[in-house]
């Protein structure tokens, strides 16, 4: 039982936010995709296995983070008591893990075409370098959204089995969404990680963090508005955008970095975004 708690802390399965931001862009590209291929079967089985296959790369990642961080992770209040940092595991023994939780989300992997698993397997450098990118560049975050959103790209070619302009531009739309998201995440250890030498987009604004996570965040709705319009010839998802685009305005009116609580809150309504977004998509194809 105690093995099997240090396994949950350091894969960060009791903090589904995580591996649900993983899946939600992934969801995006099947509910495009979808409208050009009208199964519902190869669909609802394809969103279980891109479910499946976020929370074990998340889970592995959230290792290997840790595993690389873990000196870290000792000197910041809010990663201290992590197992690796907290020495309740072994490195040998979280590298084991990761190797099983890899094996498993690429025995999900070889289920798709060739394009897909090409993708997938192509996303291990983003997956495997983000960790490093703290300690060489303010920008991380930006590095997380091209990991965490690589999906759309793998979701979207496992139906068509082709890759076109549009699902880029999506995917362009998704790290804008991902570099406001994980500033205001970031927010909470500004003053931890300025001590400790680490950098983040967090630290690069902090003197008009919530006009650069607005910024962000207005690019990736911009961004929507140009897709819907170009696949719709109508203003007809204004509306649906406009609602998205409030949750992601009601996050930057909440949090404050000054009081970390409030950056968690607002970072937690980025799951009710994704999933409105993924409801946005899927209307396409109705």
Excluded at 214 to 230: A, G, N, Q, R
């Amino acid at each position: 039982m105690k093995d099997l708690k240090i396994f949950i802390n350091l894969t960060r399965l009791n903090r589904p936010i995580g591996y649900l931001l993983l899946f939600w862009p992934c969801s995006w590209g099947l509910a495009y995709a979808y409208s050009f291929n009208e199964d519902i079967e190869t669909f609802l089985f394809y969103i279980v296995l891109f479910f499946l296959g976020a929370v074990l790369m998340r889970s592995a990642g959230c290792i290997v983070n840790d595993i690389v961080d873990r000196k870290l992770d000792k000197k910041v209040k809010r990663t201290q008591g992590r197992p690796l940092a907290a020495n309740l595991i072994s490195v040998k023994r979280a590298i084991i893990y990761v190797i099983v939780l890899c094996g498993l989300a690429f025995c999900i992997l070889i289920q798709f075409n060739f394009l897909t698993i090409f993708l997938g397997l192509a996303s291990m450098t983003l997956a495997f370098t983000y960790p490093f990118m703290k300690r060489i560049t303010y920008w991380p975050q930006l590095f997380l959204g091209l990991t965490f959103n690589w999906g759309i790209i793998m979701a979207w070619a496992s139906i068509t089995d082709f890759l076109n302009i549009d699902i880029f531009l999506i995917y362009l739309a998704a790290i804008f969404w991902t570099l406001g998201y994980d500033t205001i995440y970031g927010s909470q250890d500004i003053i931890d990680d300025e001590i400790i030498g680490v950098k983040s987009t967090s630290i690069k604004f902090k003197s008009m963090l919530k006009k650069f996570v607005l910024l962000c965040y207005v690019m990736s709705f911009l961004i929507l508005l140009i897709f819907f319009y170009f696949n719709m010839n109508s203003f007809y998802f204004l509306f649906p955008l406009l609602v998205f685009f409030t949750t992601l305005f009601y996050q930057i009116n909440i949090f404050n970095k000054r009081k970390p609580e409030t950056c968690m809150e607002a970072f937690k309504i980025n799951n009710f975004s994704g999933f409105y977004l993924f409801l946005t998509f899927l209307t396409l194809s109705l």
